[in-house]
């Protein structure tokens, strides 16, 4: 079993910033990937970013260019910088994390709310 906490998010104004971090313990694989999907009202859940240990990473189009996903490998801990901050950011931000050596299974943490208001 893995468990995720997460932490972060809040209120911001359009413009501004964020960050979401999210930490990993139990029984955690060095090769893995970690990342974030979200889900606003009404919406299905989609991918944000996601990282493996290596760096490689991948971003949604929606977001390339204003968020930045970055990991510490050594405390299973991942972030989420998200600047430039729009209201249809708004959702809940779901942290994930999969081993992928071996193939396991995804695991979700327990979400934190997102919203971009003036």
């Known amino acids: 079993q893995v468990q995720l906490v997460e932490s972060g998010g809040g209120l911001v104004q359009p413009g501004g910033s964020l960050r979401l971090s999210c930490s990993a313990s139990?029984?955690?694989?060095?090769?893995?990937?970690m990342g974030w999907y979200r889900q606003a009202p009404g919406k299905q859940r989609e991918s944000v970013a996601g990282?493996?240990?290596?760096?490689?990473?991948n971003y949604a189009d929606s977001v390339k260019g204003r968020f930045t996903i970055s990991r510490d490998n050594a405390k299973n801990t991942a972030h989420l910088q998200m600047n430039s901050l729009k209201p249809e950011d708004t959702a809940v931000y779901y942290c994930?994390?999969?081993?992928?050596?071996?193939?396991?299974?995804?695991?979700w943490g327990q979400g934190t709310q997102v919203t971009v208001s003036s």
């Open positions: 139990g029984s955690v694989f060095s090769i893995n990937r």
């Open positions: 990282i493996t240990p290596g760096g490689f990473h």
């Open positions: 994930y994390y999969q081993s992928l050596v071996p193939k396991g299974e995804q695991y």
